[in-house]
Structure formats: C-alpha cells, structure tokens
T-cell receptor, first 114, second 110 residues
Framework: KAGVTQTPRYLIKTRGQQVTLSCSPISGHRSVSWYQQTPGQGLQFLFEYFSETQRNKGNFPGRFSGRQFSNSRSEMNVSTLELGDSALYLC?????????????FGEGSWLTVV | GQNIDQPTEMTATEGAIVQINCTYQTSGFNGLFWYQQHAGEAPTFLSYNVLDGLEEKGRFSSFLSRSKGYSYLLLKELQMKDSASYLCAALMEYGNKLVFGAGTILRVKS
C-alpha cells in the first residue's frame, strides 16, 4: 500500500513569505504528526492531529500552524518565514495514535528560506 | 523534562555486530522507537518496543528495559548499506508525540 505522501518535496521561499505543506497519511491512518529536522536541533515535534483535532503541540511559535481534514489529510502552514525555518519538514502517520501503533514517516518537504 | 541520550558516532566492520545504546528520561512514556535515516532521506521504521524484552526482526533486534530507562538496537552481519544515522525516539503518553535523541551515526567499514 502507498506510504505517507508529502508535497511539495522541495521549495524555496523568501523571508517574510508564508508556506503550506501537505501530507496524505497511509490509508486507514487517522493520526498525523509533523516534525521539523535541522542539523542543529535534530528532529523536533511540531503538532499532532487525530480526527481533525489537534491533540498535542510542541514548543514552536504561533507562526507554525496546521490542520487536518475529514479524509485525514493534513496541512501545515508557516507564516512570516525566517531564515531559521529552513529545514526538512516530516509528516508521520499511525492508525489511531494509541500505544502499539507503528508510526511511519513520509519523504519530507525540504524548505529553504532565502 | 525529557532527555534522550545516544552515542554520537560509532564505527564497525562489515560482517560484525554492533549495539547502539539509548537511555531516556521522560515524563510519561509509551514505548521506544528506532528509526534508520540515510543522509538526505526520511527516517525509516526499524522497531517499536512497548514491553520489556527483546524484539527480533531479521538482522535487527531491539531491547527495552522500562525500569532502567534503557534500550539498545543490535545490528548483526553488518553491511555497507547499514551506514546511516540511527534515531532512538520515546513515545509520549498522549497525542502520539515522539521525542528523539540526536541520532547515532554508524559508519561501516570494509
């Protein structure tokens, strides 16, 4: 079956712009979470959605937001981009977000802010 | 607080066995994941331990001791393609949140 799909794979934005990234989870998975990966900070949790509700949020500023649709697809948005937002943004999905469910990652979206 | 510790780098020889350790201190814990990540790629799932003990899957095994806050990933019959970063991640009690260690870069030499 298809894995976690993220679009776009690569993008370049200018400081001050905003960006929207999309994630389609594995079929049947209802939990979608987002992570930011940078060389300096490693993998950091942004937020998690389950059944269109945000259940958990990491320590990121309000410029980072997300949402989940009724078909479990999710988007994350970063407004007023800063150079430090350049990173690999990873989406992960699992069946229902409870203990015992494997969490799978997508290929990621590489964001460069110039 | 949450703290996940794993060695920064390890080097091993092709065909050998290597053990990558991970210790964790988290407020709330629901299991321990191991992922493999090659440079420029996304993390690939290797194993998930919820209960204490050893889980074996082919050349890879993972162990968890919840009382000691300790896990390890064992890789047998090392191959050159195993050269990658190995990420240890603790699953929090609520909301499917993973807290990652910094990763262990494994270099396999011939």
């Amino acid at each position: 079956k298809a894995g976690v799909t993220q679009t776009p794979r690569y993008l370049i934005k200018t400081r001050g712009q905003q960006v929207t990234l999309s994630c389609s989870p594995i079929s049947g998975h209802r939990s979608v979470s987002w992570y930011q990966q940078t060389p300096g900070q490693g993998l950091q949790f942004l937020f998690e959605y389950f059944s269109e509700t945000q259940r958990n949020k990491g320590n990121f500023p309000g410029r980072f937001s997300g949402r989940q649709f009724s078909n479990s697809r999710s988007e994350m948005n970063v407004s007023t981009l800063e150079l430090g937002d350049s990173a690999l943004y990873l989406c992960a999905s699992s069946r229902d977000g409870f203990s015992g469910n494997t969490i799978y990652f997508g290929e990621g979206s590489w964001l460069t802010v110039v | 607080g949450q703290n996940i510790d794993q060695p920064t780098e390890m080097t091993a020889t092709e065909g050998a066995i290597v053990q990558i350790n991970c210790t964790y201190q988290t407020s709330g814990f629901n299991g321990l994941f191991w992922y493999q990540q090659h440079a420029g790629e996304a993390p690939t799932f290797l194993s998930y331990n919820v209960l204490d003990g050893l889980e074996e899957k082919g050349r890879f095994s993972s162990f968890l001791s919840r009382s000691k806050g300790y896990s390890y990933l064992l890789l047998k019959e090392l191959q050159m393609k195993d050269s990658a970063s190995y990420l240890c991640a603790a699953l929090m009690e609520y909301g499917n949140k993973l807290v990652f260690g910094a990763g262990t870069i494994l270099r396999v030499k011939s």
